[in-house]
């Protein structure tokens, strides 16, 4: 019998257990993904209330992070620094991230919602036509949706941009001013909008119908949609079914979103019954509509260089 060292033996177990075991690569399990999304008090809260996007991302090794934002171009700065991979967002502060250069993708748009937006003027005022509102002071915030919006609608009723008197507030700041009497007119959005009409009685002069669309966006990253679609798939079809939802049951629709945005129901109820609802996949088709936007923004001087929208469409847009 050949005798073996005690070194030597625990040197030939160290290879066999080493041959015998896998290999630390086929050990480690490939990292799991993340889809981290920021959210407004809206629609993707109501989702996260839900629970089922992170049921159906399960299966595919994602989980989910949410973190809550006050606005849209907030996110939009998470999303620039790699904060988050998701938001929503109006239509106006994507325009501003693309010509700030932020990676932004577009993702998912709502249905048109031209009603939700809208020119008021006090419940008293002697103003009754759009073409009154030549030269008198018009309370919005600068460069919204409603900022576009204005504009167009001065277009179709043969105005120009030089007949507007603007006076640039942030929401809470505009309404201070509309309740005053320091503006004659305040161009907003809902819940803002219906807040305004149900609690001052004010008139609306006109809503976006025929002037504009009004959609709500949902974005990301290029880096992330390049590497991610098929959870971006999944989420904007978890929010479809929630706007589904929504549209089948708009009283119980308005509770949560009253609870949400901290108004009374009546508030909630009149934004939910003149919304329009339904979410889909961004196209190029919808993406037109944001570069009229972005090029009228570019003419109006409000962002520093003209861009094309569609640079921020991830692959696949049809």
């Given at each position: 019998?050949?005798?073996?060292?005690?070194?030597?033996?625990?040197?030939?177990?160290?290879?066999?257990?080493?041959?015998?075991?896998?290999?630390?690569?086929?050990?480690?399990?490939?990292?799991?993904?993340?889809?981290?999304?920021?959210?407004?008090?809206?629609?993707?809260?109501?989702?996260?209330?839900?629970?089922?996007?992170?049921?159906?991302?399960?299966?595919?090794?994602?989980?989910?992070?949410?973190?809550?934002?006050?606005?849209?171009?907030?996110?939009?700065?998470?999303?620039?620094?790699?904060?988050?991979?998701?938001?929503?967002?109006?239509?106006?502060?994507?325009?501003?991230?693309?010509?700030?250069?932020?990676?932004?993708?577009?993702?998912?748009?709502?249905?048109?919602?031209?009603?939700?937006?809208?020119?008021?003027?006090?419940?008293?005022?002697?103003?009754?036509?759009?073409?009154?509102?030549?030269?008198?002071k018009i309370a919005l915030n600068k460069g919204s949706?409603?900022h576009y919006f204005i504009v167009k609608l001065f277009?179709?009723?043969?105005?120009?941009?030089?007949?507007?008197?603007?006076?640039?507030?942030?929401?809470?700041?505009?309404?201070?001013?509309?309740?005053?009497?320091?503006?004659?007119?305040?161009?907003?959005?809902?819940?803002?909008?219906?807040?305004?009409?149900?609690?001052?009685?004010?008139?609306?002069?006109?809503?976006?119908?025929?002037?504009?669309?009004?959609?709500?966006?949902?974005?990301?990253?290029?880096?992330y949609v390049a590497k991610n679609a098929d959870v971006?798939?999944?989420?904007?079809?978890?929010?479809?079914?929630?706007?589904?939802?929504?549209?089948?049951?708009?009283?119980?629709?308005?509770?949560?979103?009253?609870?949400?945005?901290?108004?009374?129901?009546?508030?909630?109820?009149?934004?939910?019954?003149?919304?329009?609802?339904?979410?889909?996949?961004?196209?190029?088709?919808?993406?037109?509509?944001?570069?009229?936007?972005?090029?009228?923004?570019?003419?109006?001087?409000?962002?520093?260089?003209?861009?094309?929208?569609?640079?921020?469409?991830?692959?696949?847009?049809?």
């Open positions: 019998m050949t005798l073996i060292s005690a070194p030597r033996r625990r040197l030939l177990q160290g290879v066999a257990a080493a041959i015998a075991l896998p290999s630390f690569g086929a050990l480690a399990q490939s990292p799991a993904r993340q889809f981290r999304i920021g959210h407004q008090k809206g629609y993707l809260t109501l989702l996260k209330g839900r629970g089922t996007l992170e049921k159906r991302l399960a299966p595919l090794g994602v989980s989910v992070k949410w973190t809550e934002f006050t606005a849209g171009p907030v996110q939009l700065e998470a999303l620039n620094v790699g904060s988050i991979d998701f938001g929503d967002v109006g239509e106006a502060p994507p325009i501003f991230a693309q010509a700030a250069g932020a990676p932004l993708a577009y993702v998912g748009a709502t249905v048109q919602r031209p009603q939700s937006e809208a020119v008021l003027v006090p419940k008293g005022s002697a103003i009754k036509t759009v073409t009154e509102l030549k030269g008198k949706n409603v277009e179709k009723h043969g105005l120009s941009y030089a007949d507007l008197n603007l006076v640039y507030l942030p929401p809470a700041d505009a309404r201070a001013a509309f309740e005053k009497g320091s503006v004659d007119a305040w161009v907003i959005w809902d819940p803002f909008l219906a807040a305004a009409e149900k609690s001052l009685e004010a008139r609306v002069l006109a809503d976006a119908t025929g002037v504009v669309g009004n959609r709500a966006y949902y974005f990301s990253s290029l880096d971006l798939a999944i989420a904007i079809e978890e929010l479809n079914k929630v706007d589904v939802w929504g549209a089948a049951n708009k009283g119980e629709l308005a509770g949560e979103l009253a609870t949400l945005w901290g108004l009374p129901k009546p508030v909630a109820e009149l934004s939910v019954n003149r919304s329009a609802y339904g979410t889909t996949p961004i196209t190029k088709g919808i993406l037109a509509e944001q570069q009229k936007i972005a090029d009228t923004f570019f003419e109006l001087k409000l962002i520093p260089k003209k861009i094309n929208v569609l640079e921020a469409a991830g692959a696949g847009v049809a």
